[in-house]
């Protein structure tokens, strides 16, 4: 785990790098509620398949931002270190001062495989991830094969994620117990068509848990996303960030499908 924790620092740096490499830019402000739920289901004592739906909010629920839907695999290796992949669809609808989507509501497809390793620390539980992201983000009302570069633009993505929980009512976390739980992931953009937008995304969220079975649980945290759109503003050529702050209430529900 240590051998991964300097990306971490690396990564919150390059978050305040555009706004110092960057004098001209736009930003634009925006509250969001993310409601979301996750859960992986076990197919014996390895294999686990993962479903996942985020309804993503503007104003905190009034209007839209996107809805995803995602289903996966993984695999683990040891019991601390799990592989797999996926598949993500999402919708991208307009919001915002600046939209990223000024061009109407637009889909974007994904692949991507993981590298998670967990890990205890005290009382402390880590989790880490790596993932790795093939994405073909398309045109309004994109239809046809994914290979059209006329409808769907590819674009690859690594992302680092670090988690921690911390139990509040004792060394361990048990059922019917509150507990701290806190994120941090990156977003870089790499391939030939990446030249300054290197940085895409940052996500940092904390708040409280509550464990109400092994395999139950609810969590609502603050949460912090910055945003640098892939395109500069059409009208003046600026980069564009959005800074969005607000909640993400969560609910994991993991089943037990194959003993």
């Known amino acids: 785990m240590?051998?991964?924790?300097?990306?971490?620092?690396?990564?919150?740096?390059?978050?305040?790098?555009?706004?110092?490499?960057?004098?001209?830019?736009?930003?634009d402000f925006n509250a969001i509620g993310w409601y979301v739920y996750q859960g992986d289901h076990q197919l014996g004592e390895r294999w686990q398949i993962h479903t996942e739906y985020q309804l993503r909010r503007v104003n905190f629920i009034t209007d839209r931002q996107q809805s995803l839907?995602?289903?996966?695999?993984?695999f683990k290796v040891v019991p601390r270190f799990k592989v797999g992949g996926g598949y993500t669809r999402l919708v991208t609808h307009p919001y915002g001062e600046h939209p990223v989507a000024d061009g109407g509501s637009y889909p974007e497809q994904r692949f991507h495989a993981d590298l998670?390793?967990?890990?205890?620390?005290?009382?402390?539980?880590?989790?880490?991830?790596?993932?790795l992201e093939q994405r073909w983000i398309?045109?309004?009302?994109?239809?046809?094969?994914?290979?059209?570069?006329?409808?769907?633009?590819?674009?690859?993505r690594v992302r680092y994620q670090l988690a921690l929980t911390f139990?509040?009512?004792?060394?361990?976390?048990?059922?019917?117990?509150?507990?701290?739980?806190?994120f941090d992931e990156v977003f870089l953009n790499f391939g030939?068509?990446?030249?300054?937008n290197v940085f895409n995304q940052n996500r940092i969220a904390g708040g409280l848990g509550y464990r109400v079975h092994d395999n139950f649980r609810l969590e609502l945290q603050f949460?912090?996303?910055i945003t640098h759109h892939f395109?500069?503003?059409?009208?003046?050529?600026?980069?564009?960030?959005?800074?969005?702050?607000?909640?993400?209430?969560?609910l994991t529900y993991n089943l037990t499908l194959i003993e």
Do not use: C, H, M
């Not at 991964?4 to 736009?26: D, F, H, T, Y």
């Not at 839907?69 to 993984?74: H, P, Q, S």
């Not at 139990?167 to 806190?182: C, I, M, N, R, S």
């Not at 030939?192 to 300054?196: D, F, H, Q, V």
């Open 138 to 156: 398309g045109v309004p009302g994109a239809s046809g094969s994914l290979g059209n570069s006329a409808v769907w633009s590819r674009q690859n």
């Open 231 to 250: 395109d500069p503003d059409p009208r003046t050529g600026f980069p564009v960030y959005e800074f969005n702050n607000g909640f993400r209430l969560g």
């Open 2 to 27: 240590k051998f991964l924790l300097p990306l971490l620092a690396a990564a919150g740096g390059l978050v305040s790098l555009p706004a110092a490499a960057q004098v001209s830019r736009i930003n």
């Open 116 to 131: 998670e390793l967990s890990d205890e620390v005290g009382r402390f539980a880590l989790d880490q991830r790596i993932r």
């Open 223 to 225: 949460l912090n996303q």
């Open 69 to 74: 839907l995602r289903g996966g695999f993984a």
């Open 167 to 182: 139990p509040l009512q004792g060394p361990t976390l048990d059922d019917g117990e509150w507990y701290l739980t806190a």
């Open 192 to 196: 030939r068509e990446i030249t300054t």
